[in-house]
């Protein structure tokens, strides 16, 4: 089992920047598919990004290629997820998630077995 803790989450203006972490406990993260996703107020939870994972690359969403990085540090059971150049429309709970013993990356909620409790991030214009 996995529990996620994501942090980071905050206000910000227009233009700026943050960075998200997800802290897993347990001893499965390093072979664990990890991926980023966010829900902005009545929409469906989408896709942001998974890092690279077993020889892939990292893979991001459209909306968020250019201004957002995702990276693991399996020595720190951690994921992260720098945002830049952050706009109104990236409001929303970003969620990190995982999948036990998986050998790819799913870019779909349901590829994700466990999630974390979520952070907002709010952009204002």
């Known amino acids: 089992q996995v529990q996620l803790v994501e942090s980071g989450g905050g206000l910000v203006q227009a233009g700026g920047s943050l960075r998200l972490s997800c802290a897993a406990s347990g001893r499965t993260f390093s072979s664990s598919a990890m991926g980023w996703f966010r829900q902005a107020p009545g929409k469906e939870r989408e896709f942001v990004a998974v890092?690279?994972?077993?020889?892939?690359?990292?893979y991001y969403a459209a909306s968020v290629k250019g201004r957002f990085t995702i990276s693991r540090d399996n020595a720190k059971n951690t994921v992260y997820l720098q945002m830049n150049s952050l706009q109104p429309a990236a409001t929303a709970v970003y969620y990190c998630a995982a999948r036990i013993n998986y050998s790819s990356a799913p870019r779909t909620a349901s590829g994700y077995d466990y999630w974390g409790q979520g952070t907002q991030v709010t952009v204002s214009s």
């Open positions: 890092p690279i994972w077993i020889g892939g690359s990292p």
